[in-house]
């Protein structure tokens, strides 16, 4: 083996290795996302498929249906994220404190419904809030409350799915809070202590501060996680009722794999993404621009 070969194989040895990996993610990543772009231009009925070019997305545009959607999947975004985050901020704020005993209980408390599969929290939350035998009505009537119908109201219908995000990601969310005021350095608040800063000027100036990279990453990744929410509204609701917690992903789904428009659902998937797309650059913009 000459030295020339010998060379030649070592360079090509990171490309061998790497190979197999580029070769999954082809077949499994970019071939469904340049096929589904090709499904979108066609219109599916049946087994029959014809070319529509832009069809289905001059379709999307006049759609209700998608616009309704739409409206719900950002009202949940609008509400229940700010929500969300904003106690979380709480949490980890509390969970680092140093006036707090059992702080790892308490962290993992607060973490564990993180670890619950969405099918099975998903499950969870819809027989707990369930009309007729479910434990939170139960509770009211213990109480002396009025029941409500969790799922079977249009308005309670969508506050239940937000409860159950809220519950469910609420943990994770602190969690990312309180590694990064854990960097944050004592001396800090000791300085603006001995300069007679308050409790809340003390947040307000150091720790917001120092949390904003972190806040920025958890607006992204719920914005993200909201736009592409599926799995709560459709085991809990369905969609239902009238459609009140139908998002873009339920509706993606229902028209792909109830009705298969399979073309239709592939457009529907590529405005999702284009959405998600604006919002993400839009945050990004902002957060370059206040610093």
Sequence with gaps: MTARTT????????????????????????????????????????????????????????????????????????????????????????LNSALLRWKPLFRLGFFLPVVTGLVTYG??????????????????????????????????AKVSVMLALTWHYTGYNAVIYLARLQGIPDEHYEAAAVDGAGAWRRFWHITLPGLRPALLLTVVLSTIGTLQLFDEPFIMTGGGPDNATTTIGVYLYQTGFRYFDFGYASAIGYAMVLIISVFGLIQTRLAKEED
């Design 7 to 94: 060379r030649a194989g070592s360079r090509l040895a990171p490309y061998l290795f790497v190979l197999p990996a580029l070769v999954l993610f082809a077949a499994f990543r970019l071939y469904p996302i340049g096929w589904s772009f090709v499904l979108s231009l066609f219109h599916t009925e049946g087994m029959e498929q014809s070319w529509t070019g832009l069809g289905n997305y001059q379709r999307l545009v006049h759609d209700p249906l998608f616009w309704k959607a739409l409206g719900n999947t950002l009202e949940i975004l609008v509400i229940q994220v700010p929500v969300m985050l904003a106690i979380a901020l709480g949490l980890a704020v509390a």
């Design 123 to 156: 499950l969870l939350m819809g027989a707990l809030l369930n009309p007729d035998s479910g434990a939170v009505n139960w509770l009211l009537h213990v109480l002396g409350l009025p029941e409500v119908h969790w799922l079977t109201d249009p308005f309670w």
